[in-house]
């Protein structure tokens, strides 16, 4: 896996690596070392650049702030555990030529108000740090030339330039407040709606230049950077890197003649070397593997790019398929990175590259932990069309939303149809999403509790199915639990639409994940022949061929048609419950007659009667739980037993 990731981020241009990246959240300022008249070096505390980023602002990132993104990227900590500010973790740059911390240290900061008389300030802490990024240069004479820029932090004057900047900030900020109520005040009184809307245009330019002076919140970084050449940043930086982005120094090798080092790797390691109760006490080796400082660097830069959001989730990571993968990242980028996995394979297939085999599907998330993995896999081959289209039937004559047409099922051709119209329908959650790696959260799936339980029991299989090829993680006893869970909710929820409509997929896909069943049943031709067998039983009272689904079928049409005679039958399924617990026929029978009974004082038709007849006098000894297909099919089939011809 980590050799994979590897090769795919050297693949990446430098550019792209970059995209989709911000500035820290805060305020940047940018100072340079002076040398007056007499020769006397200073830090200029009168001339110095700043600018506030927020990421409210619409406008794009400014010249000055890209340059300070590139600036910090080259100056920032691996992670807190890595600073040069332990244990307390408040200062996140580890250059000698940057210093980073949030503004909830500084006095008045809620960070400050906790440590009084406990830890010390961070006002107390810039010696140290310096002490350690100093220790990055090559030689004293180096650090030396920087000793002012320490001095800067340590004897407490950067306050006088936060204070200059507060104080010019605050005078644009009543300016333009002011400003903010009388364009309000104009909107107000305005009545032509064209004036308005300029108005209104102009309202929203002055609160985004108000972002730029707002009063820095405890969030809000405060970032400043001296004003040297980036190749000095990028000098010490890689420093610091080449040392902390191994998970321990204390298996490093020796910098060989290439400017090679090797350790263990610290992406995505959960190798402990100060905790020996949790490694191996037996084996014969004190770690499993090295790998390279330029690789650690590839494995950072990677863990760097995934929250940028630049790259497709999952992200399918070729095998010797440099050029496959090139065109996998053109395509998200052509995209302005709004597709996803599915149309990126789409666009594949469509410039006729049919080779899609032989990668890494890594799915990941963001998370306040930083990057989780969720799924790693590999994939031989994924299948995108399927072999022969698949067609659902309407066979439950439902119509189109809203109209009076009768609904039509487009063909299914690809593996994302398929998961749409056939497989995301019995998962999803009441607002009709699919997150196949989040938190189980119950309050999405309220009044679903049958269709949550297929959805955390088989979300993953789905996943499976869908985007690794994997056409053997779903059988028929899967698909009739999904199938029949979603239905059975529906039916609490009064959802006569989508009952009908999971009957319809499950009756035209019945064959599809039935495919290895010796006795090969369609399910289409059986409704058909269930249908004709209660046609028969009405038009001469026979029974021909008779079986438990055909009896399932019948008692269906009867449990309906008795149903109907109920007031409360056009607005709830409810009085269904009570026949889908019934395991036993007799039970099963009894309820029917109790119903039946309940409402005998109303008219029942000749065809019902028949019918009847022939449910109430069946015998079998099957779980009548196995039959909830055909109970169902019966139920919300066009019901044959309604007549003009009635009997009291």
Avoid at 182 to 211: P, R
Avoid at 290 to 317: C, G, M, Q, V, Y
Avoid at 444 to 460: H, M, N, P, V, W
Avoid at 608 to 618: D, I, R, W
Wanted: hydrophobic share 35%; net charge neutral; with cysteine.
């Amino acid at each position: 896996m980590i050799r994979e990731l590897i090769n795919f981020t050297a693949n990446l241009d430098e550019e792209f690596k970059n995209l989709g990246s911000v500035p820290k959240e805060g305020l940047h300022v940018r100072v340079k070392i002076v040398t007056d008249e007499s020769g006397s070096a200073s830090i200029d505390v009168i001339n110095f650049e700043y600018e506030l980023y927020s990421k409210k602002q619409r406008k794009e990132v400014s010249g000055y702030l890209t340059q300070c993104k590139i600036l910090h990227q080259n100056a920032w900590c691996i992670d807190t555990n890595k600073c040069f500010d332990l244990p307390i973790k408040a200062i996140h740059t580890c250059s000698p030529f940057a210093v980073a911390f949030k503004r909830e240290h500084l006095e008045g900061g809620a960070k400050y108000k906790e440590n009084i008389g406990k830890k010390k300030q961070i006002y107390e802490r810039f010696d140290d740090y310096f002490n350690k990024a100093f220790s990055l240069f090559e030689n004293r004479e180096d650090s030396e030339k920087y000793v002012l820029f320490k001095h800067f932090f340590t004897h407490n004057t950067f306050t006088s330039i936060l204070r200059k900047i507060e104080s010019e900030s605050m005078n644009v900020r009543t300016g333009l407040e002011q400003e903010l109520v009388s364009f309000k005040e104009a909107f107000k009184e305005a009545s032509d709606k064209m004036q308005k809307e300029i108005i209104k245009g102009q309202i929203a330019d002055i609160e985004q230049q108000l972002l730029k002076v707002k009063p820095l919140e405890d969030s809000d970084y405060v970032i400043f950077y001296l004003d040297i050449p980036l190749g000095l940043y990028k000098q010490a930086h890689k420093k610091y890197l080449d040392d902390k982005l191994f998970n321990t120094a204390n298996y490093n090798t020796v910098q060989d003649k290439d400017g090679f080092i090797y350790g263990t790797s610290n992406f995505m390691n959960g190798f402990n070397s100060n905790m020996p109760f949790l490694m191996h006490q037996t084996a014969p080796f004190d770690i499993n593997g090295r790998i390279s400082n330029i690789d650690a660097k590839l494995l950072n830069e990677l863990k760097n790019i995934f929250p940028n959001k630049t790259l497709p989730n999952p992200l399918p990571i070729f095998i010797y398929k440099k050029e496959l993968q090139g065109k996998v990242i053109a395509i998200f980028r052509e995209s302005e990175f709004r597709f996803g996995h599915k149309e990126i394979i789409q666009e594949l297939t469509e410039k006729n590259i049919d080779d899609i085999s032989n990668y890494y599907l890594l799915f990941w998330q963001n998370t306040m932990d930083g990057i989780v993995f969720k799924d790693y896999d590999f994939v031989s081959r994924f299948e995108y069309k399927l072999s022969n289209p698949i067609a659902i039937l309407n066979l439950f004559d439902i119509k189109e939303k809203g109209g009076k047409e009768l609904k039509y099922y487009p063909l299914i051709s690809n593996i994302f149809e398929f998961e749409q119209q056939v497989l995301k329908p019995f998962i999803q959650s009441k607002y009709l999403r699919v997150d196949y790696f989040g938190e189980l959260n119950k309050d999405d799936y309220a009044k679903l509790d049958l269709t949550f339980s297929s959805y955390c029991k088989y979300r993953k299989t789905i996943y499976d199915y869908v985007y690794k090829s994997q056409r053997n993680a779903i059988d028929g006893h899967i698909f009739d639990e999904m199938v029949f869970n979603s239905i059975k909710d529906d039916i609490k929820n009064k959802n006569d639409y989508g009952i009908k409509e999971k009957l319809n997929i499950w009756h035209s896909l019945y064959g599809y994940f039935n495919k290895n069943n010796n006795n090969q049943i369609n399910m289409v031709n059986k409704l058909k022949e269930y249908q004709n067998f209660v046609a028969s039983i009405i038009a001469d009272g026979e029974f021909p061929s008779i079986s438990d689904e055909k009896f399932a079928f019948a008692a269906g049409q009867v449990i309906e048609y008795i149903l109907s005679k109920s007031k409360s039958a056009n607005t709830s399924y409810s009085l269904l419950e009570p026949y889908l617990q019934q395991s036993k026929c007799a039970e099963f029978k009894r309820a029917i007659a109790n119903d039946f009974g309940r409402y005998k004082h109303e008219n029942f038709s000749k065809n019902f009667e028949k019918v009847a007849a022939f449910v109430l006098s069946y015998e079998t000894s099957a779980n009548l739980k196995h039959l909830l297909p055909q109970i169902l099919s019966g139920v919300f089939s066009k019901n044959q037993l309604f007549s003009n011809n009635s009997l009291k």
